[in-house]
Each structure stands twice: as C-alpha cells, then as structure tokens.
C-alpha cells in the first residue's frame, strides 16, 4: 500500500563542479510508474496554477528551477509545502485537491504523472470533491522494458533530430506535455536534470547501447554536439518546447551551456553502467 499522504521525497544530488545532477527512476524514487511528464514554465509572478485533484493518478512535483509552493488539501486538512530544491519533490496522491502558488521569477515545475491524461480523472469542481470519497490503495501497473529494435552500431547523427513539442498557452503560464509512446517513441522509465551548471561549461562526453534519450532546455540555452564516428553535428537547444531526441549508439556532449540554464533528459531505461560507452576509443571500436 502506497502513503495515502502527501510527502516530501529527497532525490539523488550527484555534486559536480560543472553543474549538479538530480535523476528519477519510475518504481524506484518515486512510488509509482512514469506515464506523463510536463513541464509549467513562464509564469508571472504572482500566479495560482492548478485547482483540481485526481481520482486515480499519482504525481510527483519538483522545483527544478527556482520555487513556488504546492497546496494539498484532503477534505478537512491544508498542507502547504515549499519547493525550493531541485533534489527534493513532492508526491500527492490521488483524491488530493491541489494548486501551486507563489512562484518565483524564471520557476520551473516539473512534473511526472502515474497516468495519461484523461479528463475524466480530473474533479475541477472543489464541492464536488469534497462528496469523492479516494480508493484506499494505489495499483502500480507494470511498465514494459522492451527494447526498441534499433541497431546502434549503424546509427548516424542523421538519425537525431530536434521535435517540436506541443505548448498548451495560459495567461498563467504555459505547459509542455510528454506522454508515454506519444511524440516521441519510447517511454520514459527515468528522467534527470542538469542544474547549477556555470555558463560555458561542458558535460556529457559518452554514448549508450541501448538506450534513447529526450534532450531539453527547460532552461536557458546548451549546445548538444552529436557525432558518429565520422560525421558531428552541432543542435543549439533554447526553447523548453523543443526536445532533441537521441537514437543509441552517437556520442554526445554538451556545450556552451547559458548562465542557470536547465538541461531536461527523458530517457527510455533505468540506469544501467553497462549500456555505457564513456572513452570515445572504446565507442569507435563499437561503431566498427
């Protein structure tokens, strides 16, 4: 049985002087599987997102950029929590109304559901939530870990390209959404984030097997210089709705990041050492 109560979650921080690293993995940090991922950016300050609950999804909410606050409130009692760390996030579970507030100048609220959307989860309706009496247990659905038939060895930096995302507009800020297979092809079983980074520093430096990633610069602006083994090519990303997505087998790097600017990865396997390739003349002799 998952925690019925909303409660604040310490992530994994790996310190870098280059830039920190937070990252989430579906049915481990967090109680549930990835389904959903959206992102609220561009909102005034001053503004109140949200004011709804859900009857069957999961969330998990992060400040991955500056701070608001998340209000979660169960029928008779009122929470408040402050979100001010990029390591730190908040699960609500399902029958919670909630909104966020007090948004901080260039904030950034990442979020990741346990479901795709469907309004027919949403009560917008606060009288009519407080008649919805919640489940009393929450059933994590199994998430398959088939691999995508792609052959890595024969990937070129052709095969990467830069996917405009959709922007759901609001005068209170603005939303960006991924689901699970929609837009791009995989699911997302782990997302990680690259913070604190010092203007014109570099990360990254290596290549996967298997794995294929979502590149976005939920912050600020980075350059992703992808290369084959023979052919490079430089993407310049400065837009939080527009993803760069990664097939195995190219190694890349990340370049020429802007001051306080956040680099979003949604990727399509739970961390595993051995999908890596990390010196550029083991990656060539995988190529070959």
């Known amino acids: 049985m998952i925690n019925l109560k909303p409660e604040i979650i310490q992530l994994p921080k790996i310190t870098d002087s280059r830039g920190n690293l937070t990252f989430i993995e579906g049915g481990n940090h967090i109680p549930f599987d990835i389904k959903r991922v959206y992102w609220i950016y561009d909102v005034p300050g001053g503004e109140t997102r949200g004011g709804h609950a859900f009857k069957e999804q999961d969330e998990f ?3 991955i950029s500056g701070s608001f606050d998340v209000v979660v409130d ?24 909630r909104y966020m507030d007090n948004f901080s100048t260039n904030s950034i ?10 309004e027919d989860d949403y009560i917008r309706d606060y009288e009519l939530f407080k008649q919805y009496t919640p489940a009393k247990t929450t059933i994590i659905a199994a998430q398959s870990t088939e691999k995508l038939a792609f052959n890595a060895q024969l990937s070129t930096v052709d095969d990467c390209c830069v996917v405009t995302l959709d922007i759901n507009h609001r005068d209170k ?6 689901e699970n297979n929609v837009i791009i092809p995989f699911a997302t079983e ?29 912050g600020g602006s980075f350059d992703v210089e992808l ?7 430089t993407i310049t990303l400065n837009r939080p709705y527009n993803g760069l997505l990664i097939k195995p087998g190219i190694w890349r790097e990340i370049k020429n990041f802007s001051s306080g600017s956040t680099c979003l990865v949604l990727a399509s396997h739970k961390y595993d050492e051995n999908d890596y390739l990390r010196e550029y003349k083991d990656y060539l002799k995988f190529k070959k």
């Open 61 to 63: 909410v992060i400040a």
């Open 227 to 233: 290369n084959d083994g023979k052919n490079t090519k």
């Open 173 to 178: 800020g603005n939303i960006t959404v991924i």
């Open 109 to 118: 609220a990442l979020v990741l559901a346990s479901t795709p959307y469907a």
């Open 74 to 97: 169960d029928g008779e009692n009122v929470e408040r929590f402050h979100l001010n760390r990029s390591y730190m996030g908040l699960h609500v579970p399902p029958g919670k109304w």
């Open 190 to 218: 782990r997302v990680y984030y690259l913070y604190d980074v010092p203007g014109g520093e570099e990360r990254g430096g290596h290549a996967h097997k298997d794995l294929n990633q979502l590149i976005i610069a939920a």
